[in-house]
Structure formats: C-alpha cells, structure tokens
C-alpha cells in the first residue's frame, strides 16, 4: 500500500468513527427528528471531508510556497480550524433557527476567535522560529570551518532535543577535526625527526666511504674504525626503519602477535642482561625483582620484551650517572603489573599526557644529545594495547619516572 493510500484509509476511518460518536452524542442529548439528523451527518460528512483531504493533501505534498515557515503553517491551521468552526457553528445555528441578529453575533465572536488564534499561533511560534533561524546561522557557520558554532537550547521538546543533538554533533565533529589536526602536526614532528636521524648517519657513512675509496684515509686501524663505524650506523638505520614499519602496522590495526605461555621472569632477566653495558657505560645501577608467584603470561615475548627494551632505554638515556634503574613484576590477579622506575630528571605534568605520542619529546633540545625518534614509547603503548593491556607513566620533575603496564594473563590469539 502507497503511502497516499493508508493516509487516505486511515484519514476516512477516523472520519467515520468521529461522525458516528457526534451523531450517537446528538440522538441521546438532543433527541433531534430524523431530517435533523441527516442533515446534520450530511453537512458532517461534507466539511470533515473537506478537511481531512486538506490534511492528506498537506501530508503528501506540503504547504503552498508561502507557507514554508512553521510560523506561518500554524496561522494557516488556526485560520482553517476557526474557519471549519465557523462554518458548523453557522449550520447549526440555521438548523437551530437562531436570529439574523445571533448568527450575526457568533460570526463576529467567531471572526474575534480567529484574529486571537493567529495572534497566539504566531506569538507561540516565536521560540521555536529562534530555534530554527539559529540552525540556518549554524550551518551556515560550520561550513566556513567555524566549528565551535552552538544552538541555543530553549526549550525541553522535540526541537530542544534536536537543538542539543545538533550541538553533540557538532562537539564530536569538532574533537575529531583537532585529533586529525593533533595527528597530522605529529606526523610532521615525526617525519623531521626521521628525516634528521636518516640523513645524519648517511652523511657520516658517505663520506667515511669517500674517504676511503679516495685514498684519503690509508692507515689500516682507521680504516677498520671506519668500517666498524659504518657498520654500526648501517644498523641503526635498520632499526630505525623496523621501528616505521612497526609503527605502521600498530597505526593500520595489522600488528601480528604470536601469543604463547611465556615466563615473564625470563623476559625480564634477558633485559637485565642486554641492557646492563649500556647502564654500565653511563654510570647507571640497574636491577630487576619479580614476584616468585608469577604464572606464565600468555603474551607474544619477542614484542613484550621490545617494550621493556624500549622503556629501560628511555630511562638511560634520561637518568644522569650514578642513578638507578629498576624493573619490578607483581601478580594483580587477572593480569600481571610491570614496572619500569628510575631516579631520573622527570617529566612535567603538562608534558605527561602526551608522554606515549609519536615522535614526542619533554624536551626537544635533547633530542640531538640522546638520540632517537622519539617512537619508542608509541611503539611499546601500541604493543601493549594490542595485547589488552595498559601502560602510563608518573613522574615528578626532579624525582624520577616510574613506568607501568599491566598483561592480562590470558589473551586470544591474534590472526
């Protein structure tokens, strides 16, 4: 059934049924003869058609072009209620066989009833046209790229709740603008940052290879210096590069994790170990105690013990010599709690939130001095994430870092 065709039934049914209340209500009140009484359903009959096939005409196909406004559509329907009014008033009045000089007078009481009915419906109206004149502004607003344009709220109805709705859009529209904008001033930060740590070491490489290749440098240590040189800046580009691709895969949502029981003892005694000459190297104390009641974690170890690489590399480079590190692992019941703390300059507040953020640094004048792209920490919030887990930082300048994730226990496998 089209949709002309069930107003049309249901516009009849309830003329029908309102025709056969009215008639009933009048043959036991009034007790009307039987003319009266057919005329009267006649003229019912007549003038509620009339009506209801304005309303079903209007819900088809609209109000005239001069009637858009909702200000003018409740005029309109004043005016064509008093004038239906009108009109039955007029025609029991005829059958009732008032006087020429009270029709006269319903008429003017009737015309009066209309004048205050347009006077109210406008009036009335006046809330909901702000309302909808603010829209029109807001819109028009927003697609200039004025996105922390509102619509005042003036009411608890339909359009107040339209009002409000439109607002939340608008917030959420707005917060996702500033993380695109957030995002994309992080992937020049971060670019820069790759870009330095690309071309310093391949310059350094060019031209201890030109050196060599020119005859420059003859004397067989230097020679094996720069060799040796070379190698070792051949893989940090590596690494550098393994962390983009990482990173790339954590962004896209395709990091792959191997998930088998592991101990998280050995991960934490194999870090203690690679990482004790650096610590060495830099004057630094670095130890490690984990809870003897720990279970095997299900986890994927290689990247688990990536982030623990990246985190106590982070606390070196930060921690002045004759510091401390500490790796710390406890049992919290349905995962496992590991921490990371050092005796280092701290972190700001302000600086913390963003602490995890690629290509990020408290302070970027160190970055030369310390080394890295700065996305060792994204990796490992990414890698952490991936598995279920959590990971924040707490700190105090002056007073050292303390770096913490937690590894649920058990953890699906990932494709």
Not at 139 to 145: M, S, Y
Not at 182 to 208: Q, W
Not at 338 to 364: C, H, M, N, S
Request: glycine content about 8%; cysteine-free; aromatic content about 6%.
């Amino acid at each position: 059934m089209t949709s002309l065709a069930k107003h049309s039934v249901q516009a009849v049914a309830t003329l029908l049924a309102l025709l056969a209340i009215v008639l009933a209500a009048t043959v036991v009140l009034l007790d009307p003869p039987s003319g009266d009484l057919v005329d009267l359903g006649l003229f019912l009959l007549l003038s509620g058609g009339i009506t209801v096939g304005l309303g079903v005409a209007v819900s088809q196909f609209g109000l005239p072009s001069w009637a858009r406004s909702i200000r003018s559509r409740l005029i309109l329907i004043s005016v064509l209620v008093m004038a239906l009014s009108l009109a039955n008033v007029g025609f029991v009045a005829v059958l009732m066989f008032f006087s020429q000089h009270d029709f006269y007078l319903l008429v003017v009481l009737t015309v009066f009833s209309v004048g205050i009915s347009i006077f109210v419906a406008y009036a009335s109206s006046a809330p909901t046209a702000r309302v909808m004149d603010g829209f029109v502004s807001a819109v028009r607003e927003i697609n200039t790229g004025s996105l922390d344009t509102r619509v005042p709220v003036e009411s608890n109805d339909e359009v107040g709740e339209l009002a409000a709705a439109f607002n939340d859009m608008v917030e959420r529209l707005q917060g996702s603008f500033e993380r695109e904008r957030d995002l994309e001033n992080a992937r020049k930060e971060l670019f820069g940052a790759v870009s330095h740590d690309l071309r310093t070491p391949l310059a350094s490489i060019r031209a201890m290879i030109e050196s060599i290749n020119d005859g420059v440098v003859t004397d067989e240590d230097t020679k094996a210096r720069y060799l040796a040189t070379i190698q070792s800046e051949v893989e940090n580009l590596s690494g550098l590069i393994g962390d983009l691709f990482e990173l790339s895969q954590i962004d896209a949502g395709i990091l792959a994790l191997h998930i088998e029981s592991s101990s998280i003892q050995d991960l934490i005694s194999d870090t203690l170990e690679s990482m004790a000459a650096q610590a060495n190297n830099r004057r630094l104390r670095l130890e490690g105690e984990v809870a003897e009641d720990i279970s095997p974690v299900s986890m994927d170890s290689q990247r688990v013990q990536r982030v623990l690489y990246n985190l106590v590399q982070n606390s070196i480079r930060y921690t002045p010599p004759d510091g401390s590190i500490s790796i710390r692992a406890v049992d919290a019941g349905e995962e496992v709690h590991v921490q990371v703390a050092d005796t280092g300059e701290g972190i700001r507040q302000r600086d913390l939130p963003k602490i995890f953020d690629r290509a990020y640094r408290a302070d970027p004048a160190r970055h030369r001095e310390s080394g890295g792209a700065g996305i060792g920490l994204s990796i490992a919030k990414g890698i952490i994430e991936a598995h279920g887990g959590r990971i924040w930082v707490e700190s105090e300048p002056g007073r050292g870092s303390v770096f913490s994730f937690t590894l649920p226990k058990s953890v699906p496998a990932a494709g």
